[in-house]
């Protein structure tokens, strides 16, 4: 592994400079004040201050609970003038910790004003009522917040008196921890310019940025000069579990978040992922936010978007060792407490292009840690792509699960994954129709052919049928999934390259096998005879 360091700003002074800038173009000053009293820098809150006069009721909200000298001489923003739930969280801290708890549920009523996702607030208040109180308004608050979402293990926990109160927080302000963020970078030129744009945007004060290049052959380096961010590259491409473990063992930050190269982080992404570690009623260990995609309008993008989002949703969820599993907490935007990680091993290295996010998740699970999502932090998602690339995508997300039971190893399996296919295949249908998508069915037909026509080679390989049978399946497999010339030939363009077996000399297999298979390709037939009326809704042809 190669180190490039090389810094031409400061880490700290490129976040101050970014933020100004963004202050400057859109006229809102808070993220600035919020990135100063992160830091403990009074001097320049108050010259902020002086130099922007008149200010907003958000920014003085900011103002008076940095500056002290500011909340003795000013009467308290009305808080009708503050849209900001984060300062409101805050401003609702600052007055529990003065014992006036009317103004701090005045807070939280003015937060659901704003928003349904309140629990940083909610959970504040759980906290101070645990310690401070009779338990009545926490039991009130958590049973609401069940009722939202379900899936809060620390909510639950305290409601049934298993979870020790951790208590509310006492510093008064960002919490005083320290993050690092990188950035895994495997041929990302095209998208990693504004992903690294929102790290340094990021109104949290960060104390290192690190690139690992997992050995890119475009000009992904090239674009990261301009950075204040420690480079490592590996000689060749070690997969993304590799990468990660490269970044863990170089920083030596309390807490190490993360992004793809392709997801841009909101401007508050860390300001709410602050809250969530400081407000969750269990300690927490590892944590992400949503990802939103930003493409929607191809086929592609759109199918993506309906049935591989990496959306973890718009409510809260929190995971213990005693719930049903670990909640879905995908690597392309996290944090994790770094030393938690490293003692446990890292990720497992046997995951080189997907999973080692699902392998880390399982494996804090199994040691009874603390994983959240939350609403509030996002992300975008920048990735576009094609039938052929999204397609490439899922079989890459699917093929270790179907390796490791055996899927590929007899015809009688593969026969299984077939129905298997055809199941999953029509719940999205089923969902698509639901919805009125009928333009994304003709990618559940591509699906199907896919990933069973790529199963066929990978039993081929390990002898569970010959070359002539493979090739025999492959083309009585598109004549049963393309019955109508019109979508067989726009299929057949999308997905020839990648679904078609070499030539070969036909090798019909045995009567047993082929009987054994025509139920599945007589279901997948009827299948797509009941799909074709709707395609047809959308006017598919061999042109689109």
């Not at 009721?57 to 739930?85: C, D, M, T, Y």
């Not at 990693?192 to 992904?220: C, E, F, H, K, M």
């Not at 009688?412 to 999205?428: D, G, K, P, T, V």
């Amino acid at each position: 592994m190669q180190t490039d360091a090389h810094s031409p700003l400061p880490l700290s002074r490129a976040q101050e400079r970014v933020l100004r800038a963004h202050a400057c173009a859109c006229g809102d000053w808070t993220r600035l004040a919020y990135f100063y009293w992160g830091r403990g820098d009074h001097e320049a809150l108050s010259a902020l201050r002086d130099a922007l006069g008149a200010a907003d009721g958000n920014l003085r909200g900011v103002f008076q609970l940095a500056l002290p000298h500011v909340a003795r001489e000013e009467p308290p923003v009305p808080l009708s003038a503050i849209n900001k739930p984060w300062i409101l969280y805050y401003l609702a801290e600052r007055a529990l910790r003065r014992g006036d708890s009317v103004y701090a549920l005045q807070c939280a009523k003015r937060c659901l004003d704003l928003t349904p996702n309140c629990n940083p607030l909610f959970m504040l208040l759980i906290r101070h009522d645990q310690t401070q109180g009779d338990g009545g308004l926490a039991r009130s608050l958590g049973t609401r917040l069940l009722s939202l979402s379900a899936e809060q293990d620390d909510v639950r926990s305290m409601m049934e008196s298993s979870l020790p109160p951790r208590g509310h927080l006492s510093q008064g302000g960002p919490a005083p921890i320290t993050i690092g963020y990188y950035v895994p970078v495997y041929n990302a030129a095209a998208s990693i310019v504004p992903v690294l744009d929102a790290i340094l945007a990021q109104a949290y004060p960060l104390t290192d940025l690190v690139i690992v290049d997992d050995g890119s052959s475009d000009n992904s380096v090239a674009l990261l000069h301009d950075y204040p961010a420690r480079l490592l590259s590996h000689e060749g491409n070690k997969g993304l579990a590799t990468a990660r473990n490269t970044a863990l063992a170089a920083m030596d930050t309390e807490y190490v978040g993360s992004c793809d190269s392709d997801a841009v982080l909101d401007p508050d992404y860390l300001i709410y992922a602050a809250l969530e570690w400081a407000s969750s009623l269990m300690p927490l260990v590892a944590m992400g936010g949503r990802m939103m995609e930003q493409h929607t309008g191809s086929l592609a993008d759109s199918w993506r978007d309906m049935h591989m989002s990496q959306d973890t949703g718009p409510l809260r969820k929190c995971s213990q060792a005693h719930s049903a599993g670990p909640v879905y907490l995908p690597g392309c935007n996290t944090l994790l407490h770094r030393e938690t990680v490293l003692a446990l091993g890292g990720y497992d290295t046997r995951h080189v292009a997907v999973g080692e996010d699902g392998y880390m998740n399982r494996l804090l699970h199994r040691q009874g840690l603390g994983i959240a999502t939350t609403p509030l932090a996002r992300c975008r998602h920048l990735r576009t792509d094609t039938p052929a690339s999204v397609l490439r995508t899922r079989w890459n997300y699917e093929w270790e699960s179907l390796n490791n039971n055996g899927a590929f190893n007899t015809m009688h399996r593969l026969n299984q994954l077939l129905r298997e296919l055809l199941s999953i295949a029509r719940e999205m249908a089923d969902q698509d129709l639901e919805n009125k998508h009928y333009h994304l069915l003709s990618m559940e037909v591509l699906y199907v052919c896919h990933l069973y026509l790529h199963s066929l080679r990978h039993g081929w390989e390990r002898g569970a049928l010959t070359l002539g049978q493979w090739h025999w399946y492959e083309q009585a497999l598109l004549r049963s999934a393309f019955p109508d010339d019109s979508i067989r030939a726009w299929c057949q363009r999308h997905s020839a390259p990648l679904l078609l077996a070499p030539d070969t000399p036909y090798d019909l297999p045995s009567a047993y096998l082929r009987d054994l298979n025509q139920q599945a390709l007589r279901e997948l037939n009827g299948w797509i005879a009941s799909l074709l009326p709707d395609m047809n809704l959308c006017g598919l042809s061999a042109t689109r």
